[in-house]
């Protein structure tokens, strides 16, 4: 028996014109899918940046040393330092430069182990307002450097653990966290600088430093050869040191440049006579210079 659908269906011919108009829509069906999944990939990046209020391009957190040997000159040059370097064209630039265009700081103040003091709390930076705002509090509630009697000895693995700490319970997303070191001494209080480097980089933390002088009399001859060995670490890590007092400002203001950007440092070779700012990075293989 013949039923009567099943003639028709026998009986319905498609066309050439047909087969491809559905072809037609179905890639357009696929073309449309393919978009719709391309754009919300897209933007998610830019929904989770949105929906978090705290996201920064780095988190950085400036320890000062203010142990017994830091003096009012240097306490002046590393408060002073910083301040302008917050105030500066360069650095405001390197913000704004940047995905958030915001960055968080942090300054804190240490010596021996348990030794600390919050200058300035994480605090979010994204325009001029801000930065003059954080560059006024450290310059008026900073360490001066004239009560240094009783003050503590340096732990260099105290300033990396506080400052890991910090930066662990800070709020918010952060695509680089810089642990940025500022000193004249080398470890002589409190546990070893390896272990508390070692956790540090496991967390992805990076630590840089700045060398307030060239040498530590009795201990070594070579301070930034020593924080490049013992205390840096992490990918594009570098030691920056300062040629003399008066040249703090502007190592610290190329030094925040390069870790605001993410940059890696550019040098040259040192010329004898000129006022130098001398820079190592963590490579053994990779000699140090003048920077650029």
């Given at each position: ?187 002589n209080d409190g546990p070893p600088v390896a272990r508390s480097r070692q956790a540090a980089l496991e967390k992805g933390y990076v630590i840089n430093a700045i060398a307030i002088s060239r040498s530590e009399p009795g201990v070594t001859r070579d301070l930034p050869g020593y924080y490049r060995q013992e205390l840096i670490g992490g990918a594009g890590s570098f030691v920056i040191a300062p040629d003399g007092i008066e040249d703090y400002v502007v190592a610290m ?40």
């Amino acid at each position: 028996m013949i039923r009567w659908r099943d003639l028709v269906r026998s009986t319905v011919v498609h066309s050439p014109v047909d087969d491809a108009r559905r072809r037609n829509r179905r890639r357009m069906v696929m073309s449309l899918v393919a978009g719709i999944l391309t754009t919300v990939v897209l933007a998610l990046p830019c929904s989770a940046a949105a929906s978090d209020p705290e996201a920064v391009d780095a988190a950085i957190v400036l320890a000062v040393d203010t142990s017994s040997s830091i003096d009012p000159a240097k306490a002046d040059s590393q408060r002073q330092g910083h301040a302008a370097a917050l105030r500066s064209h360069e650095v405001r630039a390197a913000i704004e430069g940047g995905a958030t265009g915001c960055i968080a700081i942090t300054y804190v103040e240490w010596a021996s182990v348990g030794e600390l003091n919050t200058v300035l709390p994480w605090t979010k930076l994204c325009n001029e307002s801000d930065l003059e705002a954080a560059a006024d509090v450290i310059l008026n509630r900073g360490d001066n450097g004239l009560e240094r009697k009783g003050r503590g000895r340096t732990s260099l693995s105290f300033a990396i653990d506080i400052s890991a700490f910090l930066l662990e319970r800070r709020p918010g997303h952060a695509n680089r966290k810089i642990i940025d070191l500022s000193s004249n001494g080398t470890n002589n209080d409190g546990p070893p600088v390896a272990r508390s480097r070692q956790a540090a980089l496991e967390k992805g933390y990076v630590i840089n430093a700045i060398a307030i002088s060239r040498s530590e009399p009795g201990v070594t001859r070579d301070l930034p050869g020593y924080y490049r060995q013992e205390l840096i670490g992490g990918a594009g890590s570098f030691v920056i040191a300062p040629d003399g007092i008066e040249d703090y400002v502007v190592a610290m203001r190329r030094k925040l440049v390069l870790e605001i950007a993410g940059l890696t440092p550019r040098f040259t070779d040192c010329v004898s006579g000129q006022s130098l700012v001398l820079v190592m990075p963590v490579s053994s293989e990779t000699k140090a210079g003048c920077l650029q």
